[in-house]
């Protein structure tokens, strides 16, 4: 155990985090997600998968949030699976609590975040740098975020 970080934080999960740059993207996916067959890399090999069993897709992502910096607003650095058949602008429940702690714990603001067609979202997952199945057996509780950077402000 370390002192000030969320213990479902896993060391994998840690090492996963830790080695991301600006720009890379992880998933936190319910489970019911395709994940194992989208951790394979095209060439062989697979991209981390990590399983948080118990955790559901909030608890999961307040965790990985509380480390890890999101990108800049223009970035539209949080993401998440768009219910299908549903009109523009419509959020699952699970869907507006993820959001609503984001805001409520200061990682960033509503507007950061974009609904993302289903097969738009898995080629999204393609490209990630890791994925995190939770236990979470709510559908479409797929989130991505994309990693900022962490720095001093410029000098002059």
């Given amino acids: 155990m370390l002192k000030g970080i969320d213990p479902l934080l896993t060391p994998e999960l840690l090492k996963v985090l830790a080695e991301m740059g600006h720009g890379d993207e992880i998933i936190i996916a319910d489970a019911n997600f395709t ?3 989208l951790a394979q890399l095209v060439g062989g090999g697979h991209k981390p998968l990590i ?12 965790a990985v949030l509380s480390l890890f910096p999101l990108g800049t ?8 699976m768009k219910v299908c058949g549903t009109a523009e602008g419509y959020r699952s429940g699970l869907q507006r609590d993820v959001i ?5 714990k ?5 507007d950061q975040c974009e609904a993302i067609e ?6 999204r997952v393609r490209n990630a740098f890791a994925i995190v199945l939770t236990s979470d057996l709510q559908p479409y509780g797929n989130f991505l975020f994309k990693k900022g950077v962490i720095g001093e402000a410029l000098r002059p």
């Avoid at 399983?51 to 999961?60: D, E, K, T, V």
């Avoid at 609503?100 to 409520?104: G, L, N, P, V």
């Avoid at 200061?106 to 509503?110: D, N, P, S, V």
């Fill in 35 to 37: 994940a194992a067959s």
């Fill in 51 to 62: 399983h948080l069993p118990g955790a559901g897709i909030q608890r999961a992502s307040e």
């Fill in 73 to 80: 607003p223009a970035e539209k650095p949080v993401g998440y």
């Fill in 100 to 104: 609503s702690m984001i805001e409520a």
């Fill in 106 to 110: 200061g990682f960033g603001q509503a």
């Fill in 118 to 123: 289903r097969f738009a979202f898995y080629d």
